[in-house]
Nanobody, 128 residues
Framework: VRLVESGGGSVQAGGSLKLSCAVSEDDASNYSFGWFREIPWRPREPVAAIGSEGSTTYADSWKGRFTISQDDGEKTLYLQMNSLKPEDSGAYYC???????????????????????WGGGTQVTVSS
């Protein structure tokens, strides 16, 4: 599976951005997906995940402000980011794992970091 992120940019605190991740795969329903954030000198950390059956889960830092979703054809993954804070800044990556092994969002979130296929990332900068 090939993943390409887009939609990053610079925004003021309190603003919104919507990230996209294009999925190059004949049958994207074979995968569960997630978004991760990376900042300098820290490990890549999970933000949110969506299972192949539609369940979602979020890390506490982003719960209630960010929403993960897919389009109807499941070829594009989204991350709607609202009420952005300067500490949300970083490089955002989408990732995919095989749904036959990790079907739900919670299962995927635990597996993506070790077993996921990754996109190249998109940068988000939130200024105060």
């Amino acid at each position: 599976v090939r993943l390409v992120e887009s939609g990053g940019g610079s925004v003021q605190a309190g603003g919104s951005l919507k990230l996209s991740c294009a999925v190059s795969e004949d049958d994207a329903s074979n995968y569960s997906f997630g978004w991760f954030r990376e900042i300098p000198w820290r490990p890549r950390e999970p933000v949110a995940a969506i299972g192949s059956e539609g369940s979602t889960t979020y890390a506490d830092s982003w719960k209630g402000r960010f929403t993960i979703s897919q389009d109807d054809g499941e070829k594009t993954l989204y991350l709607q980011m609202n009420s952005l804070k300067p500490e949300d800044s970083g490089a955002y990556y989408c990732a995919a794992v095989q749904a036959r092994t990790w079907k739900t969002a919670v299962q995927a979130l635990g597996a993506l970091g070790r077993f996921g296929a990754w996109g190249g990332g998109t940068q988000v900068t939130v200024s105060s």
